[in-house]
């Protein structure tokens, strides 16, 4: 199946006092870049920049910035939908879409072959999970099943958030293991939060050596 990913970096970031998480840096490696890795088996990859100008993002070569449609955010939703309505536009569009939250550094290097392949015949979404939590902002969309998104979100009828989106499409969970390191969703909100996961790099490099 061929599958594009969005990376879903538009967030405000209201809780980190206005600073884009993209841009934050974590083992002296921004948010954006260190999530790249995980999807180098994408088709494309797009990043949703929200109402910010891409350039301000400085893009790494090879992705696509994708502004939200409506000049008011309407969170990670929108970056689904910019997404959405972008590849539909592409003369040779996906299958599936991949999105990933900007702000979970610690992403599992099987996360994108894994939710690309959980969509089976069957199933038109899919949702990460660790320990029973669910995350809609790491998860896999059959292009088929959301193309409506964008004309909804224009006519003011789209769903809440992504798992409103999830819920109609009675989206499955796949599930990560238990391990020690912890939860490769966690994501960052707060200050203290970027210095707990800068401790948790730092003691992760120091194991290795």
């Known amino acids: 199946m061929r599958a594009a990913a969005v990376i879903l970096a538009g967030g405000l970031g ?22 790249l890795p995980a999807l180098a ?11 910010l100008p891409a350039g301000a993002l400085a893009l790494p070569a090879g992705t696509e910035p994708v502004p939200d449609l409506l000049p008011i955010s309407q969170g990670p939703l929108a970056g689904l939908v910019a997404a959405v309505d972008a590849l539909a536009k592409a003369s040779h ?17 099987d996360f994108f072959a894994r939710m690309r392949d959980s969509l089976g015949d069957d199933v038109s979404a899919s949702l990460a999970c660790y320990a029973d939590q669910p995350y809609p902002t790491n998860s896999a ?23 409103s989106v999830a819920k109609e499409l009675s989206a499955t969970h796949v599930n990560w293991p238990t391990t ?9 909100n ?20």
């Open 141 to 163: 969309w059959r292009l088929a099943a959301v193309a409506d998104l964008p004309a909804r979100l224009l006519g003011g009828h789209a769903p809440f958030s992504l798992k």
């Open 190 to 209: 707060t200050l203290s939060e970027l210095m707990n996961f800068e401790k948790k790099l730092q003691s992760s490099t120091a194991s290795r050596k």
């Open 93 to 109: 569009p996906p299958e599936a879409l991949i999105c990933v939250a900007v702000d979970t550094p610690f992403l599992p290097p």
């Open 41 to 51: 088996e994408a088709d494309s990859i797009l990043v949703s920049t929200g109402s």
């Open 14 to 35: 209201t809780r980190l006092g206005g600073v884009r998480k993209a841009t934050l840096k974590l083992g002296g490696i921004r948010l954006l870049d260190r999530v």
């Open 180 to 188: 020690a390191a912890g939860d490769p969703f966690a994501n960052v």
